[in-house]
């Protein structure tokens, strides 16, 4: 059947595309994109979001190593001072260690394995002990009496689970203790006295509810507190005066909130990290006696306000992070204070109320840290390294960010163009029967062709904004140029997807119910359907300018001024978005499937039972294989909306993917679709132009030319003769006269 013709080359375009769309995402994927970063030692790539995150998402780990994760402003002083070294070491006999089993002895270094307890077999001058992923469970009195002359205890991943005051007693000249990922509990009064020497305490990953360090009180040697994961607050937290302190750690910890004096002891401290406290409000003079603090990490916390004037004495500070934190506004006078600032962190942050170029006032600023990457250019222009450093689809650079990107759109636009532009010119050139159709393929093919058209100024705006993109992203974003290329793109969009809405619900009323008094439309009804679907699709794109009243609150919120909202689902006009996308373009795509459902399995119950016009059938058919290229367009943009609004992290190249191939290769492929490859357009190729360059070349032939030529006439008679004949039934005619009535009805039928 000649429908069968048809379903093949609808499916073989529907293959290339997807065979297209593959190879581009493999080629796309054999390096990272910008945005995405290389696993060590992998083909695996990771967006910047995933990059130091607490959660190993690389095979090896390597995303949160400590060489990577921190950048290296802040205080480091105490990793880069060299140790003064030691006057006198002592010497240690290791005559007693031959016979003690699972321990290694290296110049006064013990280290064992598989101990309940700390053995009494060392020797007395020994330095260092080091039992990791041991046994031990508790630290009574004077259990380290005997090695006065200790340097360094490291217990590490053991089970202890209480400390017993006294148990460092005689450990005057110990220096580092690390109590990490044991059970303790409590620290009281009493726990680390004799201490004297202590320098560095790491005793994070415990279970310690209270905290009292009196034991330290006046210090002059502790310099480093970790005190990260445990079940801390304020109430329970006693710091005393510690003068030499230089380095504290609560992270991960339930302070809440902090009080004026709870640092008020700590005047020398250089680095303060409070990250993942569930801290709601810290008080106004909660900093005042921090005047040598260079870092502070207040980041992942449930801080609302700031007050303005909070960081007036840390005038030292390097680095600030206050990232993920619901601040609802950032005072203007903040950061006036922080004028040496180097590193700033405000991620997962709106930038909305606050002034552009704020950030200039930091001539040392060198790295900054923002929620999404528009906001770089268009708040921190002036800063080298900013974070993140793409949308998926723009660089600091570029404006695509990716040569693969830059390919697609020029490939793309010109296709889309051209297509579009001859499907128009065969439509107001040619006499078309059915000037409803006409009517409805002229308007979808000039809503498509502002696809190209927008397509083709982003090209054109890439090669303007080329290595110089930094310096003018926040001038395009924010112009009435972007916000125009946007409508006309939002235009473009709305207005294919009504026209296709239509005429799905159209043919479904002529094909699938013909016996239902439904009235063909007249080009008249044609025209003001058209009308309408234009002024709607051009009052929603308008809508979002007039709302909000400024070009870069709904359109200029990415370089290729598209509102889809996916990346950072939440911005300003997201509401709007979300019912563009997931509300009428979701009710279309809807329509349309239910609509040809019910129009297909109407025509597989009737077609050998009714005199079903064989246009129709093909019509339906062709149509079907154009709304099922609709929705591989739409589906994954409904989809990733959804999955956005869900909190669901969008990888930026899938961001990219669709803004720049899935969005517009619809409008590509319609013109093949719905024209070029038609009957009627191949039976106006032969009829027209080989047919003339035949007859011309026939007259200057012999008598056998003529003939032929005579040949031709005279089929072109029979074939007009089944026109009079209004949609004979089967048997009405013999089988060669019901041959010539079908060839007569594909040839004169309106097709699509």
């Known amino acids: 059947m000649r429908y069968k013709h048809i379903t093949i080359v609808g499916i073989t375009l529907i293959v290339i595309v997807f065979l297209l769309s593959g190879l581009m995402y493999y080629l796309n994927q054999d390096e990272c994109s910008v945005g995405t970063f290389l696993c060590r030692n992998s083909t695996k790539c990771i967006p910047q979001r995933s990059w130091c995150n607490n959660h190993l998402d690389c095979p090896e780990g390597d995303d949160e190593l400590q060489t990577e994760c921190f950048d290296s402003h802040g205080n480091w002083d105490y990793f880069l001072k060299l140790r003064k070294p030691q006057k006198f070491l002592p010497t240690c006999g290791n005559e007693s260690l031959e016979f003690l089993p699972r321990c290694v002895y290296v110049e006064c270094h013990v280290t064992c394995t598989e101990y309940r307890e700390i053995p009494q077999m060392f020797s007395v001058n020994v330095t260092k002990i080091t039992m990791t992923n041991n046994y031990v469970t508790n630290l009574p009195a004077n ?70 360090l009196s034991d330290f009180e006046n210090s002059t040697s502790l310099e480093w507190i970790n005190l990260n994961k445990n079940f801390l607050t304020c109430q329970n937290l006693t710091l005393p005066f510690l003068p030499a302190l230089e380095e504290l750690f609560l992270d991960d910890n339930r302070l809440g909130y902090i009080t004026e004096n709870l640092f008020s002891g700590l005047p020398k401290l250089n680095t303060l990290s409070l990250e993942a406290n569930h801290i709601q409000t810290i008080a106004d003079n909660s900093f005042q006696n921090l005047r040598s603090l260079t870092e502070l990490n207040l980041a992942y916390n449930e801080i609302v306000t700031v007050y303005p004037h909070i960081f007036q004495p840390l005038r030292k500070l390097q680095k600030l992070s206050i990232g993920f934190n619901p601040i609802e506004n950032l005072p203007l006078t903040l950061f006036d204070p922080l004028r040496n600032l180097r590193s700033l962190g405000v991620e997962d942050i709106n930038m909305v109320n606050v002034e552009k170029n704020v950030f200039d006032l930091f001539p040392n600023l060198d790295f900054i840290y923002f929620k999404k990457f528009h906001y770089c250019p268009m708040y921190a222009p002036k800063v080298k390294k900013c974070r993140p450093v793409s949308d998926g689809v723009s660089s600091l650079s570029h404006l695509l960010g990716k040569p693969i990107l830059r390919a697609a759109v020029w490939g793309i636009s010109c296709v889309t163009c051209l297509g579009n532009a001859l499907v128009l010119w065969g439509r107001f050139t040619a006499n078309d029967e059915n000037r409803v159709l006409s009517i409805v393929i002229r308007n979808l093919a000039v809503s498509d062709m502002l696809m190209g058209i927008y397509l083709l100024i982003i090209a054109v705006e890439d090669i303007r904004f080329r290595d110089n993109y930094s310096k003018e992203a926040n001038s395009w974003m924010s112009s009435w140029s972007c916000t125009l290329v946007g409508i006309l793109a939002m235009t473009s969009s709305e207005v294919s997807v009504l026209i296709l809405s239509f005429m799905s619900v159209e043919r479904f009323m002529v094909i699938a119910a013909p016996l239902k008094s439904h009235r063909a439309l007249t080009p008249q009804t044609a025209s003001s359907s058209m009308i309408i679907a234009w ?14 009243r400024s070009s870069t609150k709904f359109y200029g919120v990415n370089g290729m001024c598209f509102p889809l909202h996916i990346e950072d689902p939440f911005l300003v006009g997201w509401e709007y978005s979300a019912f563009i996308f997931l509300g009428l373009n979701l009710l279309g795509l809807v329509t349309i499937c239910y609509v040809y459902t019910g129009m297909f399995a109407s025509i597989w119950r009737t077609r050998h039972a009714t005199p079903l016009s064989i246009g129709d059938s093909e019509f339906a058919l062709r149509f079907f294989l154009i709304v099922m290229t609709d929705a591989a367009c739409w589906a994954p943009i409904i989809i990733l909306k959804a999955l956005a609004l869900m909190k669901y992290p969008v990888p930026p190249d899938l961001h990219a993917w669709v803004v720049v191939f899935i969005l517009p290769v619809n409008s590509a492929v319609n013109p093949l679709l719905y024209t070029f490859t038609t009957p009627k357009f191949r039976e106006r190729m032969n009829d027209g132009w080989f047919v003339k360059i035949r007859l011309n070349f026939t007259r200057r032939s012999s008598r056998q030319d003529s003939q032929v030529s005579n040949t031709l006439n005279n089929k072109s008679l029979k074939l007009s003769l089944p026109i009079a004949v209004q949609y004979p039934t089967e048997n009405s005619f013999p089988s060669f006269v019901q041959d010539e009535i079908v060839r007569g009805l594909r040839n004169h039928e309106q097709k699509f």
Not at 157 to 177: H, P, V, W
Not at 535 to 548: E, S
Request: proline content about 1%.
């Open 143 to 212: 259990v380290l009496s005997k090695y006065s002359q200790l340097r360094l205890l490291y217990l590490k991943n053991n089970s202890i689970a209480k400390l017993e005051k006294g148990a460092f007693k005689f450990q005057t000249k110990l220096e580092d203790l690390i109590l990490s990922k044991n059970y303790i509990q409590e620290i009281r009064q009493g726990h680390f006295i004799g201490l004297n020497s202590l320098t560095r305490l790491i005793i994070d990953e415990n279970k310690i509810w209270v905290s009292d």
């Open 535 to 548: 002024i709607i699709g051009l009052t929603l794109a308008f809508i979002p300018v007039i709302h909000w």
